[in-house]
């Protein structure tokens, strides 16, 4: 079974753009979660959707959305972009939700200049 | 954005030996909790959960221990390989009752194998 995709791996963008991010979760997986990761803030959740619905959202400002399709791909956001944008993004998917295994991709890496 | 502060502490143990990564959690009410490895230039790699009606559990040459009286959480490392070298990192799940998925991250341990 193929594990969690994220595309791109790499993206450089230049402040003030607009960047999309995507994921495809594990097959059968419909929880899909996103979490930023950086030197200084370690791993921080943004949010999490289940069946085209956002169940939790984390401490982010409203430049960060994303959204869920009916076949469970998730896509991230990020408009106006800022140099401190850049970061590891990082998405996960598990089958339903909370208490479940959560398996993560390998994340795009994106640099802000 | 809610994550412990950075600050990454090194382990490092002989090839062979047994490791213990240690961790502390927040929030009394988490019931849930994972351990992850990560590789550079690699996403979390899932290692073994718990839930908080447990006290231990065991893998393939790993174990977790749960202490909710102190709010920590510890992953043993049998026969340690240079394989294991990575970082590591304990998550609670924070989510909701409606079973959406949280997780806050600790700020993670780098563990060295030395040959």
């Known amino acids: 079974k193929a594990g969690v995709t994220q595309t791109p791996r790499y993206l450089i963008k230049t402040r003030g753009q607009q960047v999309t991010l995507s994921c495809s979760p594990i097959?059968?997986?419909?929880?899909v979660s996103w979490y930023q990761q950086t030197p200084g803030q370690g791993l921080q959740f943004l949010f999490e959707?289940?069946?085209?619905?956002?169940?939790n959202k984390g401490n982010f400002p409203g430049r960060f959305s994303g959204r869920q399709f009916s076949n469970s791909r998730s896509e991230m956001n990020v408009s106006t972009l800022e140099l401190g944008d850049s970061a590891l993004y990082l998405c996960?998917?598990?089958?339903?939700?909370?208490?479940?295994?959560?398996?993560f991709g390998s994340g795009t890496q994106l640099s802000v200049l | 954005g809610e994550s412990v502060g950075l600050h990454l502490p090194t382990l490092s143990v002989q090839e062979g030996d047994n490791s213990i990564i240690n961790c502390a959690y927040s929030?009394?009410?988490?019931?849930?909790f994972i351990w992850y490895k990560q590789e550079s230039g690699k996403g979390p790699q899932f290692i073994i959960d718990?839930?908080?009606?447990?006290d231990k559990r065991q893998g393939q040459r790993v174990t977790v221990l749960l202490n909710k009286t102190v709010k920590h959480l510890s992953l043993q490392i049998a026969a340690t390989q240079p394989g294991d070298s990575a970082v590591y990192f304990c998550?609670?799940?924070?989510?909701?009752?409606?079973?959406?998925?949280?997780?806050?991250f600790g700020s993670g341990t780098r563990l060295l194998v030395r040959p």
């Open positions: 996960a998917s598990s089958f339903q939700g909370r208490d479940e295994k959560l398996f």
């Open positions: 097959s059968g997986h419909r929880s």
């Open positions: 959707y289940f069946s085209e619905t956002q169940r």
């Open positions: 929030n009394s009410a988490s019931d849930y």
């Open positions: 718990i839930r908080s009606n447990m």
């Open positions: 998550a609670e799940n924070r989510g909701l009752p409606d079973s959406s998925y949280k997780l806050i």
